[in-house]
């Protein structure tokens, strides 16, 4: 009966196309340039808590963004995708708070003009942001003296709606990711070329500049508050994401002060995990070790922790094992629930997931503050 309960809302999402189902969906006009050619769209009542975006729909689908495409051709590691984009939400929650604002995907910025700008400057390309060189005939020297600082752009739309239930454009996050290690080839032989905070800071903030001058100026794009987020990718077989650095919010035609964002993602166990965050560090390696003593065929624990100003937010961790019963699954899933409960700190939240070969069998949850986690089985 809940199956089919849940396929009736989206067919009511789906179909409701005069009629606004308040209960379920609400339908709003969204403005466009086109003021005669309006879009209906659709606000779905699914986030509920208010911490999280509610997403605005056209009326058959969510509006893909105008540069789609472009993070998966610009970045390499994965991790950097999932943490550039969601990592922005989290940082314009501030501007732009998830109870008074609704998000889309950008609109105003296209594929087009994104790679224009994340390329060389050149006489056929002087939309570039990346450093004048000709790659074909450069040395060593060359490439080392004019890498490619930045490699992808993001835009996200913020919307407000009114008492005529319409939508507009109220703010826009500009996210822009930087290199903090180059990679180039010369002479079939693979070369690196690393760059420091420092450096990627002061060339992050010549970008949000020129990038800020150059929307202000294009049509359609709209007169908002703009806030741009600086960050810096990690290498590409990292485990771990790579960090914002900083953050420039902007009413006007200048770019206000640039803030420094102190957060960091550590791999757990690690010489940096150990150096900086030693406790933690301590309580990890325990965890490891009671697991190790209760499973026979334990492989591992790989952890990943989100520190904001040096404060551990959030571990997650990956526990793979070799299981031989659906009653070994329980009865470990068990055990390391406890064991969450007993030794880690009500002050951050922890997600293990515990796979077997080839499926993720279970998931532990307990979010900052609680003391009980929640535990899923998957079938």
Same mark, same amino acid.
């Given at each position: 009966m809940k199956k089919w309960l849940a396929l009736t809302a989206v067919v009511l999402i789906l179909m409701t196309a005069c009629t606004p189902v308040y209960d379920r969906t609400d339908e709003v006009v969204r403005e466009t340039t086109d003021e005669s050619n309006q879009e209906t769209a659709i606000i779905p009542s699914s986030s509920g808590s208010g911490e999280e975006y509610q997403t605005i729909l056209t009326e058959d689908s969510p509006r893909t963004s105008a540069s789609r495409g472009v993070t998966t051709n610009q970045m390499n590691n994965r991790v950097d995708i999932a943490e550039f984009e969601n990592g922005l939400k989290r940082h314009s929650k501030e501007y732009f708070p998830a109870d008074e604002y609704f998000f889309q995907q950008g609109q105003y910025l296209t594929s087009g003009t994104?790679?224009?700008?994340?390329?060389?400057?050149?006489?056929?390309?002087?939309?570039?942001?990346?450093? $004048?060189?000709? #790659?074909?005939?450069?040395?060593?020297?060359?490439?080392? $003296?004019?890498?490619?600082?930045?490699?992808?752009?993001? #835009?996200?739309?913020?919307?407000?709606?009114?008492?005529?239930?319409?939508?507009?454009?109220?703010?826009i996050t500009i996210g822009i990711a930087l290199r903090s290690q180059y990679n180039f080839t010369v002479n079939q032989l693979d070369k690196t070329e690393n760059h420091t905070t420092e450096e990627l800071l002061r060339k992050g903030e010549q970008y949000a500049a020129t990038i800020l001058e150059r929307v202000r100026e294009k049509e359609g794009f709209p007169d908002?508050?703009?806030?741009?987020?600086?960050? $810096?990718? $990690?290498?590409?077989?990292?485990?771990?994401?790579?960090n914002f650095i900083a953050k420039s919010y902007a009413e006007g035609d200048s770019l206000g002060k640039f803030e420094k964002v102190e957060e960091d993602h550590v791999l757990f166990p690690s010489e940096e995990a150990t150096d900086d965050h030693f406790d933690d560090a301590q309580v990890f390696s325990e965890f490891r070790t009671k697991i190790a003593d209760y499973f026979p065929d334990f492989v591992g624990v790989i952890g990943k922790g989100f520190y904001v100003n040096d404060e551990l937010r959030n571990m997650k961790m990956n526990i793979p094992v070799e299981f031989h019963s659906q009653s070994?699954?329980?009865?470990?899933?068990?055990?390391?629930?406890?064991?969450?409960?007993?030794m880690f700190s009500d002050h951050y939240g922890v997600e293990v997931r515990i796979e077997s070969l080839d499926r993720q069998e279970s998931l532990i949850v307990r979010e900052r503050g609680e003391e009980e986690p929640y535990v899923y089985m998957y079938d």
């Open positions: 994104l790679y224009d700008w994340l390329g060389r400057s050149s006489d056929s390309n002087e939309e570039g942001l990346n450093p $004048e060189l000709d #790659e074909e005939t450069a040395n060593e020297k060359d490439f080392r $003296e004019a890498p490619r600082y930045i490699s992808n752009i993001v #835009e996200q739309d913020y919307l407000v709606r009114n008492d005529k239930d319409v939508v507009d454009t109220e703010g908002v508050p703009v806030l741009f987020v600086l960050y $810096e990718e $990690e290498r590409n077989e990292s485990q771990v994401p790579g070994e699954i329980d009865g470990f899933t068990q055990y390391v629930s406890s064991l969450v409960r007993e």
